[in-house]
T-cell receptor, first 113, second 113 residues
Framework: EPEVTQTPSHQVTQMGQEVILRCVPI?????FYWYRQILGQKVEFLVS????????KSEIFDDQFSVERPDGSNFTLKIRSTKLEDSAMYFC???????????FGPGTRLLVL | AQSVTQLGSHVSVSEGALVLLRCNYS??????LFWYVQYPNQGLQLLLK??????LVKGINGFEAEFKKSETSFHLTKPSAHMSDAAEYFC???????????FGPGTRLSVLP
């Protein structure tokens, strides 16, 4: 069964450093998403991406964040200068053209020190 | 603003007892409705979804949920709890095709022997 994959599973970084979180969505999907979950809190939407551009973003997704689909398979989330409060689990998700279900990856746990 | 509420941040049931996890959404337009489960240190796994058609939907692991438009609810049930059901359960709604999910705060289910 196809699945969304994410790398790395864990990332530890120093405050102010740049991080790139990587996702490989399900191959025939067209919509891509990033969510985050701060420890003990609910899952929050960050950004959605379709047709090589951002289709929607939340207030969390400020200028420090960017997304890219550098090739036909990867979908990345970059945090330009990490802050302590960026520590969270980051989930990538994808959905197909005619499906409503979003399929989630296993997440990347980011710890900013 | 669109919102999803889950009554009870923590629910405890005995093994073999009925599981009832509540979800209500705020919208006059019926959204697409989902339940996801998150096991410790894992990602989000789809349990079931409602888009159109029959309002009682069956999912994996014996779970089912009923969409009640008049009550704006989508409560999750399972007739007989198993120890392996212990996890965090998230209700999510999607108001427009291709748009992001709005997640509820989650309900942690504990199953007592």
């Amino acid at each position: 069964e196809p699945e969304v994959t994410q790398t790395p599973s864990h990332q530890v970084t120093q405050m102010g450093q740049e991080v790139i979180l990587r996702c490989v969505p399900i191959s025939n999907h067209l919509y891509f998403y990033w969510y985050r979950q701060i420890l003990g809190q609910k899952v929050e939407f960050l950004v959605s991406f379709y047709n090589n551009e951002i289709s929607e973003k939340s207030e969390i997704f400020d200028d420090q964040f960017s997304v890219e689909r550098p090739d036909g398979s990867n979908f990345t989330l970059k945090i330009r200068s990490t802050k302590l409060e960026d520590s969270a689990m980051y989930f990538c998700a994808s959905s197909g053209d005619r499906e409503e279900t979003q399929y989630f990856g296993p997440g990347t746990r980011l710890l900013v020190l | 603003a669109q919102s999803v509420t889950q009554l009870g941040s923590h629910v405890s049931v005995s093994e073999g007892a009925l599981v009832l996890l509540r979800c209500n959404y705020s919208s006059s337009v019926p959204p697409y409705l989902f339940w996801y489960v998150q096991y410790p240190n894992q990602g989000l796994q789809l349990l079931l979804k409602y888009t159109t058609g029959a309002t009682l939907v069956k999912g994996i692991n014996g779970f089912e949920a009923e969409f009640k438009k008049s009550e704006t609810s989508f409560h999750l049930t399972k007739p007989s709890a198993h120890m392996s059901d212990a996890a965090e359960y998230f209700c999510a709604v999607r108001y427009n095709y291709g748009q992001n999910f709005v997640f509820g705060p989650g309900t942690r289910l504990s199953v007592l022997p």
